[in-house]
């Protein structure tokens, strides 16, 4: 079975978008593999490490890649946090949100509830019609239990305006789950 990232992943290769933006940066992975399905990716994070990490990945794909090479000035990156993102976006039809601490960085530094909440609400609103976006919450720790109350927001949207999803692995204590969100 997929991890829940690669679940992500298959789910937004259908599909080829103008705007994509990664509100946790990590190590470039997301934003990497956005880049090859939208025109333009704008990605998020607050740490230094993050984003020298994946401007290495991002150059490292463009020297293995001849294809890479013509394109792949549409990856913008940003040290800040993903609370700004409406600074530089009007609009985007794909966003992932990885909800937990960098891989190989330091883990008392995490993603906060409650601006991760408040940068949901503002996201729902520049997400377009027909757009998805993709929560995915990692709560092997102690922020990431917290960020399971934003499951109670998520069941408040109107059925009306967003289809929502919650997929899990039901056997596994602690896993890893996520959410979608698709503007209707």
């Known amino acids: ?6 679940f992500v992943h298959q789910r937004i290769k259908k599909h080829k978008y103008q705007n994509g ?5 990590g190590n470039g992975h997301d934003t990497l593999f956005l880049s090859d399905y939208c025109h333009h990716v704008y990605s998020y ?3 230094s490490l993050a984003l020298n990490n994946t401007k290495e990945l991002v150059k490292r794909k463009k020297n293995n890649t001849k294809e890479f090479i013509k394109d792949k000035k549409n990856v913008t990156l940003f ?6 993102f409406d600074e530089d976006v009007r609009d985007f039809e794909v966003g992932i ?34 757009g998805c976006l993709y929560v995915v919450v990692y709560i092997g720790h102690d922020q990431g239990k917290e960020s399971t109350n934003l499951d109670a927001y998520f069941r408040t949207l109107d059925h009306k305006l967003y289809n929502v999803a919650k997929f899990e692995m039901m056997n596994k204590n602690n896993s890893p789950y996520v959410v979608i969100i698709e503007k209707r």
């Open 45 to 47: 994070d607050i740490q």
């Open 79 to 84: 040290l800040k946090s993903h609370e700004y």
């Open 1 to 6: 079975m997929e991890s829940m990232i690669e």
């Open 97 to 130: 949100f990885n909800l937990g601490y960098l891989p190989g960085g330091n883990h008392e530094c995490v993603t906060q509830y409650e601006i991760t909440l408040k940068t949901i609400k503002k996201a729902l609103e520049h997400l377009v019609k027909g």
């Open 21 to 25: 933006i990664d509100f946790t940066m």
